[in-house]
């Protein structure tokens, strides 16, 4: 599971991700994934190549802050989920 997200995000993005891991779903982080002197956009065009589901991760102000996650693939429409992270 390919997870993305803006900086500001990450804290609570990497724990929902940490969370997809311990239940035993890959989940791709740039954090984990990319390394000093890798090229960024290359790294994440590899991890989303791998994976079959993208999560986006937004501040949405029409639900009050939360964190607004969008559930994308290849086979399915995309769905919007708040989340409470």
Not at 7 to 20: Q, S, W, Y
Not at 53 to 78: A, D, H, K, R, T
């Amino acid at each position: 599971m390919f997870c993305s997200h803006r900086v500001v995000d990450k804290p609570r993005v990497e724990l929902f991700a940490r969370r997809l891991r311990e239940d035993g779903i890959d989940a791709w982080l740039d954090k984990w994934e990319i390394r000093p002197g890798d090229d960024v956009v290359k790294a994440m065009e590899a991890g989303l190549d791998e994976c079959e589901v993208g999560l986006v991760f937004l501040i949405c102000p029409m639900f009050s802050g939360q964190l607004l996650m969008v559930i994308s693939c290849c086979e399915l429409p995309v769905h919007p989920l708040v989340v409470d992270l």
